[in-house]
């Protein structure tokens, strides 16, 4: 295998035909994370991102792109934004994850939502996760029955929820792309207080993860697109939600609502009604990401399996990289765990 290393504006329109080729080849590569158009988003808010384009036998085999930090340290592009991640490559294809390593220049590559399918780096998974999706492709009425026979009392509290909140405030809007700014620096207002109230480290802070954001928010294209979704009660909006679609795949990434409108369950409220709009937006399955949260459990009818861990040579970089992962296992064990992660959160942030 040989690998060249080039900067994302550097990719040539053969090779980002054959990024699209693997991707509708490989059903684990549908998200919109693995998109060339995330990849080239991210690389115009930073100057670290690069694409390692791996060739056997003078055949164009896939892609790998990369964030290379200090003492090559590696990261995958968006870095804890990335909830999707991995090498595009076509299925059965050989490779090795540590020559792969050597020739982007990386000490070290560590990941936290791989995907968990690709044999090169299932040696040095650490932590499995589950992502949770809603499978719609059967339409959104079989969908919603299989999750009132699971999780009936749940959803008809939320239906009670949502009569109250149209008695009390008006009809129920959804908007499923809102083009507007405006509305996304309202996103950007509740998510901000979010997180400034429950403790939680503020990357909205960080201005090129607001411009990845922004920038994802207007791309509008068949391969990749940012959708702004809104649900109002009355003239009034109560909740938002900025995802990415790549083809019939929505993955949800940031949410927030107005915390006037926390007892009717907002959120929730605006993830039904966006199941409920998927089917004629041809989108097929929403991904809500990993995290064992009530609500995922409510909604999801399908999980991808997912991996976290570190790929490492011999350097000062691997040996500080598992130091952090020794204090982030450390962290999940002892009874100080929410407030040492809204340190080792913060920390992070500032690192990227």
């Known amino acids: 295998m040989k690998v060249r290393v080039l900067s994302a504006e550097s990719l040539d329109v053969r090779d980002r035909g054959r990024w699209s080729e693997i991707r509708r080849d490989v059903p684990w590569l549908a998200s919109p994370f693995f998109s060339p158009t995330f990849t080239s988003i991210v690389a115009a ?13 003078g055949q164009l085999l896939g892609f790998f792109p990369f964030q290379r930090g200090r003492l090559g340290a590696g990261r995958p592009v968006g870095s804890l934004l990335s909830d999707y991640h991995g090498a595009i490559v076509p299925p059965g294809a050989s490779w090795d994850a540590k020559a792969l390593l050597r020739a982007c220049g990386l000490k070290t590559w560590e990941f936290h939502r791989l995907v968990a399918s690709q044999a090169p780096f299932e040696p040095f998974h650490h932590v499995r996760h589950d992502s949770a999706q809603l499978a719609l492709s059967d339409g959104f009425d079989a969908y919603m029955a299989g999750r009132r026979e699971t999780h009936g009392q ?13 008695r009390e405030h008006g009809p129920l809007h959804f908007t499923l792309h809102s083009a507007d700014p405006t509305d996304l620096a309202t996103l950007f207002h509740w998510k901000t207080d979010q997180y400034l109230n429950t403790g939680a480290a503020n990357i909205l802070a960080h201005g090129w993860i607001r411009e990845v954001l922004r920038l994802c928010h207007a791309a509008q294209t068949d391969d ?3 959708l702004l979704s809104f649900v109002s009660a009355g003239d009034r ?8 679609r790549s083809g019939p795949v929505f993955h949800s990434w940031f ?10 369950s907002p959120g929730l409220i605006l993830l039904v009604k ?26 999801a009818n399908r999980t991808m399996a997912l991996a976290e ?14 130091g952090r992962r020794s204090a982030r296992s450390l962290i999940r064990r002892t009874a100080m765990a929410p407030r040492l992660r809204r340190v080792a959160k913060g920390l992070a942030g500032r690192r990227s």
């Open 45 to 57: 808010t930073r100057d670290d991102v690069r694409i390692a384009v791996m060739e056997d036998q």
């Open 154 to 166: 749940t959803l008809t509290r939320l239906d009670r929820k949502m009569r109250k909140l149209e």
């Open 224 to 226: 990749f697109a940012g």
């Open 237 to 244: 909006p109560v909740a938002a939600h900025l995802g990415m």
């Open 255 to 264: 949410q927030a609502y107005d915390p006037e409108f926390a007892h009717y």
């Open 274 to 299: 966006l199941a409920e709009a998927a089917p004629q937006a041809n989108l097929a399955t929403i991904d809500l990401g990993c995290g064992s949260y009530r609500f995922k459990q409510t909604l």
């Open 309 to 322: 861990g570190l790929v490492d040579r011999p350097s000062l970089a691997a040996t500080a990289a598992r």
